[in-house]
Every structure is written in structure tokens, then in C-alpha cells.
């Protein structure tokens, strides 16, 4: 159920019956020169809507614009600061918590935002505000592994495969060529990072071989990612406010 598309007295009812809301988060960002800049943000919208109406659960207007600053230097990528998203989360399940719905999930499509939204979750328990973050890959880690043994961080056969899966016309299939198939995020000498910059070692902006893709392994990850992330709101549904709250000091 979306709130956008609902009325006032209808979220008043749906208060009643709904215990978890599910706010996606992407980013605006470079994906190499084959992948629309909202990459992260269709494919958490994607899985959020699947599992809200897998589940009968609340669907909050997403965030689209994260933290990207390892991606700025191609144009039009756009950025927060870390602690600007992570407040900014915390208003949204703050404004839930007004209304009585204190249990969300904040279904993260991006690397860089986990720490910010983490954050908050951890900030927000204090006050008796239950937030997650559930990221998709590592909640697909194992069949990500057995789909894609090839390196592929930023831009390369998984997301590539995940977005011919959600919108192939949005994939600039002519374009898989000037991608290329760099294969490692990162510069580093002698195990040190010394490049934190997309920029530092993609010309075109993304880390792995878009050739390696298919639409038939995007929907693979996008069922394991669903089946994970309902698994996930039913135990949170589950669970008393005791079991949620924070252990109590020891004296």
C-alpha cells in the first residue's frame, strides 16, 4: 500500500493494521555509460514494492538522493553529506512514529549510504524507534556468488542484469563496449587504498563486464532479495517491544 496514494483517514486505518513500513533509499550517481543515473534507486524502489504488496505492508515515498562523493566527478551524479542522510532518515521514522507506526525498513540500494542509515537506526532505537537497513546484496550474498563469479562492483553484470530485469529500455545495451570489463574498485598499493574516487581507476565509470548480464539473472537476484527482505518484515512484525529494545544497563 502506498502512502502517497492515500488519503489521511486512510493511513488513520492502515495505522491500525500495519506494523512496518518500508521506505526505499537510492542515490543519484553514475553507472558507467550504460546505466541511468538512478540505478540504485529503481532497484530498491523495485524490491520495496514487491514485498509491500507481497505483505500488505506500508510503502513510504523513497529517498532518492544518498551519498556519492566517490562519483562526483562525472556529471550528473548529486550527493549529501553522511549526516545529512543520516538526519534525514531519522525525520521520516521519527514522522511514522508520530502516527504510531514504529517499525520500518529502510531498503538501501547503495554501498555508501549503509553507515549513514545504520547510524540512524542505531540513534532512533534510543527513543524507541525500530529502524533496519536491509541492503540487497548481502542479504543475495550466496546466489550473487554462484550468478556472478565474475568481478563486478559498480555498474557491471549484477546491476546491469538487475536493471534489464526492471527496465530494459532504460539499458544502453550499444553502449556495453566503451564499458569495458574493469573488474576492481579501488587503487591500492601494497593493500593500502590510495584511490577513493570512482574516477581514480574507471574511465567510464563502472567496475565489471555489462556483457556478462542477463535479464534472467536480474530476476533471480530480485526473487532472492524479495523472499529475504519479506522473511525479514514478518520476524520484525513478530517481535514484542521488549525484544526490540535495547538490553538495560547493569548496575
Known amino acids: 500500500m502506498e502512502l502517497a496514494r492515500l488519503t489521511w483517514q486512510d493511513v488513520r486505518n492502515t495505522m491500525e493494521t500495519r506494523h512496518v513500513a518500508l521506505v526505499p533509499v537510492g542515490a543519484i550517481e553514475q553507472h558507467g555509460p550504460h546505466l541511468p543515473l538512478g540505478t540504485d534507486g529503481f532497484v530498491a524502489s523495485r524490491i520495496a514494492h514487491d514485498v509491500a504488496t507481497s505483505r500488505d505492508l506500508l510503502l513510504s515515498p523513497g529517498i532518492s538522493i544518498g551519498v556519492s562523493r566517490e562519483h562526483r566527478q562525472f556529471p550528473g551524479t548529486l550527493t549529501v553529506l553522511p549526516e545529512q542522510l ?13 502516527h504510531g507506526l514504529r517499525r520500518l525498513v529502510f531498503v538501501n540500494g547503495h554501498g555508501s549510504n549503509v553507515s549513514p542509515l545504520e547510524e540512524a537506526a542505531r540513534r532512533l532505537r534510543e527513543e524507541s524507534v525500530y529502524a533496519f537497513v536491509f541492503n540487497w546484496w548481502e542479504s543475495t550474498a550466496s546466489i550473487l556468488a554462484k550468478t556472478f563469479p565474475d568481478p563486478t562492483a559498480h555498474a557491471g553484470s549484477i546491476e546491469t542484469s538487475l536493471m534489464l530485469a526492471i527496465d530494459p529500455d532504460l539499458v544502453r545495451r550499444d553502449r556495453f563496449a566503451e564499458a569495458g570489463g574493469t573488474g576492481q574498485w579501488g587503487t591500492y598499493v601494497e593493500g593500502v587504498l590510495v584511490g577513493f574516487d570512482a574516477a581514480d581507476f574507471t574511465e567510464a565509470g563502472n567496475v565489471g563486464d555489462p556483457r556478462l548480464a542477463s535479464a534472467e539473472k536480474g530476476e533471480a537476484v530480485l526473487r532472492a532479495a524479495n523472499e529475504a527482505l519479506a522473511r525479514f518484515c514478518d520476524w520484525l512484525a513478530g517481535r514484542t517491544e521488549d525484544e526490540l529494545a535495547p538490553p538495560p544497563g547493569r548496575s
Not at 86 to 98: P, Q
Open 86 to 98: 543520516r538526519d534525514h532518515a531519522m525525520a521520516i521514522a521519527r514522522s511514522f512514529a508520530g
